[in-house]
């Protein structure tokens, strides 16, 4: 695995379309100096999708601290939240 791979991580938001999804998820990648490459997101009806590309390389916990971070934040919401690191995502994902 490249250092990039260990450094990118693939963060998906799945539930119902509320106010302050996209703020609560992005204020824990702000807090931990996470940065968002690239991220998409859509309405299928009241169902909410996001996916979040990020750089984890600046944050000053773990891989694993922030995904539960990420997790908790996406409880509060009632979301269900992932993250993986990118070559897992791209594996699992490939077609």
Same mark, same amino acid.
Request: neutral net charge; glycine residues 4%; proline residues 0%.
């Given at each position: 695995m490249e250092l990039e791979d260990k450094n990118r991580i693939v963060i998906?938001?799945?539930?119902?379309? /509320?106010?302050?999804?996209? *703020?609560?998820m992005t204020g824990v990648l *702000?807090? $931990?100096? *996470?940065?968002?490459?690239?991220?998409s997101?859509?309405?299928?009806q009241d169902l909410f999708a996001m996916i979040m590309l990020v750089d984890i390389s /600046?944050?000053?916990i773990s891989f694993e601290?922030? /995904?539960?971070?990420?997790q908790s934040a996406g409880q509060e919401l009632q979301m269900k939240v992932m993250a993986q690191h990118e070559d897992v995502f791209? $594996?699992?994902?490939r077609i």
């Open positions: 998906t938001v799945l539930g119902e379309d /509320k106010v302050g999804i996209v *703020a609560k *702000a807090k $931990y100096e *996470a940065n968002i490459l690239d991220i997101q859509t309405l299928l /600046k944050t000053k601290e922030l /995904k539960e971070e990420l791209r $594996y699992m994902h």
